[in-house]
């Protein structure tokens, strides 16, 4: 066992890609495993890749596939991304995600599948055509969105590592390495399962998240061989990478908050100070920066303003959104089709999903709680873990590049990890009292601070390579992860709740 645990911490990322990819291959042997069509037939409508009356094994395998990964609001996403937005009720869905389908399903990639090499395609899956009508249900976008999100995932898991590291390393864990790896490791079983290989936009909301939050986190932390107009361009950065998740999922507008509290320090600090340009600069990019996150949110319910509100839709009379303030076509379609609101999810008949939801709500409140109260204790407890040799020149938080003692290296994350840990316990708060609640299993997998919990607790041997054997709270947590995965995963193939 440590042999296996040190050869992964000796290649990390490689380890990471290899074990990200036979997850994806048992999920994918899950799907086409997984019995019956379910309640809802719709996808089956999607037509088979070879119009033949002998279907090749290939064929049948993709099209299986297609069929079992398109489940739930998949459907609609693929169908979005193939016709544009037709009715009210779709516009629930992430524009961005929809879009990227669409300019992918329509662009160079289409061309060269169908157009320039279809006859090659066909060959190489023993074909004898691309069946007549291949992309009049969405076939193209659905295995586009499956491709995507695999990748995305894949991406996703790679960029928690670099995440993990930079933060960590940042005060000087000696064992950054091991627990950066435990944390991507945990993103990759994460309870989201199949809904991160589907066409669903989790997993390109979660690798936007990730580089959001590295690129925010360099910024509050000083190189020496950076010049300091480098910090505000990782801040432009990172607001127009959440304004992109924003886009795709709406809970992404959450990541805004921590430019709302930094506003709120700048405003205090310029007070304080005597150096006002300086401060005036970082407050301004701050403000810049949130609304970027804002305008991922914005732009979508503009476009659908002036669709149903001011243009051809309006003709058919005006929904009562269109006089709402703000007009939000969003909000009144969660609210109107999928009744959400504020304790209406509360009734006798949706307990079963509260307590499907209850252990990643637990994990969420319990991680802020470790990063707001735990966390110092922990640092403490470590600072021998500090290398001596990485005190000097090292990335400190809000602080110089001179060399420093053990007791200020603890505090150098500290900041950073309790403000990330902002953003989802807001979200926990919301699935508890507005959203569906048995959503919070995938809308969780793009949030780093619960991950990053669940590896410190699990590493918290001397031996960075001797991981707790006892059941504790963390260990059962990643057991529940990977059953919840497995089973869940089944089940989505197989069109049956819970989604």
Known sequence: MKLVINQFIQSPKTSLLISSLLWKLLLIIIALTSPGPGYDTSTTLLPRLDSSHNPTVWSRVLYRLSVKLVRWDAIYFTQVARRGYVYEQEWFLGWGFTRLLAVLGRGVLYTWTLEICGVVFAKVLGLRSIGPGFDDYGSI???LGAAVAHVCHVLSVLMLYILSKSVF?????????????????????????????????????S??????????SRSKMVYPSRWPISKELDILASGFLFGLATSVRSNGLLSGMIYAFDVVENV??????????????????????????????????????????????????????????????????????WNVGFLRYWTMSNIPLFV?????????????????????????????????????SRVIYKGSTSTLAHSDITDTSEPLIRLLSLPQITLAFLAITNYHVQIITRLASGYPVWYWWLAKTICKDENPVSLQRNWNVPQIATRWMVMYAIIQGGLFASFLPPA
């Open 207 to 216: 690798l936007l998240q990730f580089i959001g939050f590295h690129l925010y």
């Open 141 to 143: 976008e659905a295995l």
């Open 356 to 392: 499907i939801a209850m252990p990643m709500l637990s994990i969420l409140i319990k991680s802020t709680i470790w990063a707001w109260t735990e966390l110092h204790d922990s640092s403490a407890s470590n600072a021998h873990d500090i290398e001596p040799s990485d005190i000097t």
């Open 169 to 205: 390393e940042s005060y000087g864990h000696r064992r950054s390495n091991v627990i950066s790896l435990v944390s991507a490791s945990l993103h990759i079983v994460s309870p989201a399962g199949m809904f991160l290989s589907a066409p669903y936009a989790e997993s390109l909301f």
């Open 268 to 337: 205090i600090t310029f007070l304080r100070t005597h150096d006002g340009c300086f401060e005036l600069r970082k407050l301004f990019v701050t403000v810049v920066a949130g609304l970027l996150v804002a305008a991922g949110g914005v732009y979508p319910q503009y476009l659908a303003y002036l669709e149903f509100c001011t243009g051809t839709q309006s003709d058919k009379g005006l929904s009562p959104w269109c006089n709402n303030y703000p007009p939000s076509i969003y909000a009144w379609v969660q609210t109107k089709y």
